[in-house]
Structures are given as structure tokens and as C-alpha cells.
């Protein structure tokens, strides 16, 4: 017989023992999120090739090395979505979107990249995303900046720091290219294979280098900070401003330029030392370009995502993963009991909505469903056999505790066990 199918390497199983953390995540981050008004837009995850072409950049590791590409079954070139803002960009431009309004919306879901996996790193990825269109000011550059930073303070990562950095104007960072070509030129000899290919196609893609070997090569290279037209300048220090009057701290990255070529003036992340390598757990900028290069109107926008698996990691740190437990067992014995029980769990979820409530199936004898109940990790048993049946009662057992069982009838059991497990009546997510 041959073994059994494994998963695709980089395509990792999220199990039941660490769902509860990603929920609470996704939770915190969409009650954020509602809270300064944003709206939820969902996006396929397989785009056309050409809209990934055309705003990642041709000369990115993304697009040369990193993406899922294919042709469907007509010829077409599609590919599996490795970013979510040029789809979020391409939704808005194809149902009018951004016509004569501003947008503030929000997305999550998965993304794909054919990369070497490692801790912090999937082939395929989660990330919920933020995206701003029409508003051009430093404002909203702060407003996105103070919203990262108010769910990274909701989920208690206090080991995180933000980096910022401004590109400048196309302009600015066209005579900015200039200056940085002609330093890597010459020191040619000590760049590296990939550096060597970038330094005509996308010379700043060099500055985000990994390669410790020419981390001292990048630090020695002119600053893109002392070439910025003056009006980005401006842009840059009223966000400063902003950011210093919410008591916001940061630093800044006179090297961070981000890995998408859509990005121009304000860029920024909030990095951790605790993942390893992959030390950026959210991050994005302004990208004022990308909807006129996708074919829409001149539009400013600014946005940015964050790796779910990376702040999950995180937040395993300090608390276990451990799947939810519920907060009641029903033991039934014998066939009348059944007959009782599996209306009655009904008639308790529609009375308490946020009640985690799991009923025994596959019968059993009162011996071992009491076990079931026990590593279900359930604080009750309710207990209904024969005579619990026949009487319209139920035993409520505390398995945490050595309080005496009592006999409560069915009528009064869901305020029973309001009282006894400080029950709200709003469903949990």
C-alpha cells in the first residue's frame, strides 16, 4: 500500500489547537478596524498575470522568481494573487469605486509565493490588509500608521518597533537612482549576483538586501532622505509632527524602501527581533502612482498588510496554543435520554448563543462518556439517563471543581447555567 498524501511543502495545516489564537487575531483586528470606519472588501485570490506585471514591477523577486503563474484552460496567463493591494486597486477601478469619493477598506485572505519556507515564512500566507484612496496629506499617512499601532497595542506585542522612511517623488527618486548606480558601479566587485542584476532595473531594491555580506557596502551608499524634492520633505516632517503629537515612537530607516515598486514617499513597518530573519510583522506606505498605472485616474492612496502567521507566532510566545474547550458536556445514557438531550442542547443554543456546548455522540456507557466529558476539557457535565428523562431534570456535574452535582429541570437550566458560567448572551467568533 503506498503511504498516505502529505501536504505541499510551504502549505501548512492550521490546527485546532491554534485556531482560537487566529480567531481572536482576526477578531481584534476587524473590531479595530470597524472602529475607525473602514469597510471590508473581498478579492479573488487568482488575478490576471498582468496585473501583478504591471504593479509589483517586472524587476522584483516577486514577478522573476516568487509567483504562482499558469494558464487556464483558454491560454490565459493567471496567477495566484502573492499581494492583495493591485487586486484591491483593480475591484475599485472595475465597479467605480473610487469615482469622485474616498475609499477606506480593508481585505483578508491568503497570498501565495514560491519562496524557501522558513520560521515566519509559508508559501502560502495569510494577511489582512488596509488600503486609503483620495486622501493626498500626511494626515491619513498618520491615521493608518496610529491604526497599525492601535492593534498591534489591542493583541499585547509590546516587542515590536516602527521604522519610517520616505522614497520621495518619482521624480526625486529618478536623480536619487542616478547618484545610487553610480556609487554600487564602483564597487561593482562586491556586489552579489542579485544586487548585480537590480543595479539597471531597480537599483533600490539593492538597499533591501539581506545579504550580510553587503550590509556594510548598503550603509556606506548616499541617502535617498538627503535627496527628496522638497515638497515629500514637507509631507515627511508634518507626519513626524503628527506621529510625535499621538506620542507615537519610531525610527527612522534611511534604507528601508519596502520590495514593491509601486511605493513613493512615506514607507514604514513595525519589525520584532523575535522571528529570526523574518522580523516585519506589518508594513506598507503610500503609493500615489499605482491606480493611474493600472488605468485609472490620478489617485493618491496609501495602505499597508500584515503576516497573520507572523503575529500568531507571536502570540504563541507568550500564551500556549490550546484549542477552546466547551463549556458543557451533555452525557447521554440510553435511548430515552437521547431523545431528550438532542432537542434540549437546541432549545439551550438558541437561549444562550454564546453557550460551547458538545453533546456525546456514538453512545457509550456512563463511565466513559464521563470521560469524554473530562478531556473534552468541559468545566460541566449535564447528565440526563433514564430517569433524568422520565423526570424532565438534568444532573449538572462541576468537573473543575468538588461542588455537589444538583438535579435542575430542564425549564431552568439555561438561567442555571448563565449563573454558573458568566454567560453573556452576544454568539462568540
Known amino acids: ?9 510551504g502549505f501548512a495545516d492550521i490546527l485546532p489547537s491554534r485556531t482560537p489564537l487566529w480567531r481572536r487575531l482576526e477578531r481584534i483586528v476587524r473590531e479595530t478596524l470597524d472602529g475607525y470606519g473602514y469597510d471590508e472588501i473581498r478579492l479573488p485570490v487568482v488575478e490576471r498575470t498582468e496585473l501583478f506585471r504591471r504593479s509589483i514591477g517586472e524587476v522584483t523577486d516577486i514577478v522573476e522568481k516568487e509567483m504562482y503563474t499558469f494558464e487556464d484552460r483558454s491560454g490565459e496567463s493567471i496567477t495566484l494573487r502573492p499581494e492583495g493591494t493591485a487586486g484591491c486597486v483593480r475591484a475599485c477601478l472595475e465597479h467605480g469605486l473610487l469615482h469622485n469619493a474616498q475609499a477606506r477598506l480593508w481585505y483578508a485572505g491568503p497570498m501565495f509565493r514560491y ?39 489591542r493583541l499585547g506585542l509590546e516587542d515590536v518597533r516602527l521604522q519610517l522612511n520616505s522614497l520621495g517623488s518619482n521624480a526625486a527618486r529618478a536623480a536619487y537612482r542616478q547618484h545610487l548606480v ?25 538597499l533591501d538586501s539581506k545579504n550580510p555580506d553587503m550590509q556594510a557596502l548598503i550603509e556606506g551608499a548616499p541617502r ?15 507626519l513626524r509632527r503628527l506621529l510625535d503629537a499621538a506620542g507615537l515612537d ?11 515598486d509601486y511605493y513613493s514617499r512615506t514607507v514604514f513597518e513595525w519589525i520584532t527581533d523575535r522571528l529570526g530573519a ?38 504563541e510566545e507568550r500564551e500556549p496554543a490550546v484549542a477552546a474547550a466547551p463549556h458543557a458536556y ?22 444562550l448563543p454564546s453557550l ?25 457535565a449535564l447528565v440526563i439517563a433514564e430517569d433524568e428523562a422520565a423526570a424532565g431534570t438534568v444532573v449538572v456535574k462541576d468537573l473543575r471543581s468538588d461542588a455537589e452535582q444538583v438535579a435542575v429541570a430542564q425549564a431552568d437550566l439555561p438561567a442555571r447555567l448563565r449563573e454558573l458560567l458568566a454567560l453573556n448572551e452576544i454568539p462568540g467568533e
Do not use: C, W
Request: charged share 25%; net charge positive.
Open 115 to 153: 519562496e524557501r519556507p522558513q520560521k515566519g515564512r509559508f508559501r502560502q500566507f495569510h494577511q489582512i490588509g488596509v488600503e486609503v484612496f483620495g486622501m493626498a496629506g500626511p494626515d491619513i499617512d498618520a491615521e493608518v500608521i496610529l491604526l497599525s499601532a492601535r492593534i498591534l497595542r
Open 278 to 315: 523574518q522580523g516585519t510583522v506589518l508594513a506598507g506606505g503610500r503609493y500615489d502612482g499605482l491606480v493611474e498605472q493600472l488605468g485609472g485616474r490620478a489617485t493618491p492612496a496609501v495602505g499597508f498588510a500584515m503576516g497573520l502567521e507572523r503575529l500568531v507566532a507571536l502570540l
Open 224 to 238: 535617498l532622505l538627503d535627496h527628496l524634492d522638497e515638497e515629500s520633505r514637507d509631507h515627511f516632517d508634518e
Open 330 to 351: 451533555m452525557v447521554l445514557v440510553g435511548g430515552p435520554a437521547i431523545a431528550v438531550g438532542l432537542p434540549l442542547a437546541e432549545r439551550l443554543r438558541d437561549a
Open 356 to 380: 460551547r456546548l458538545l453533546v456525546n455522540g456514538g453512545g457509550g456507557s456512563f463511565k466513559s462518556q464521563f470521560k469524554r466529558a473530562d478531556r473534552s476539557g468541559a468545566r460541566l
Open 1 to 9: 500500500m503506498s503511504g498516505s498524501v502529505q501536504s505541499i511543502r
Open 250 to 260: 519610531y525610527d527612522i530607516n534611511p534604507r528601508l524602501v519596502r520590495g514593491l
Open 182 to 206: 553610480t556609487y554600487f558601479q564602483a564597487h561593482f566587485d562586491a556586489l552579489d549576483e542579485d544586487s548585480r542584476r537590480r543595479l539597471q532595473g531597480n537599483p533600490l531594491r539593492i
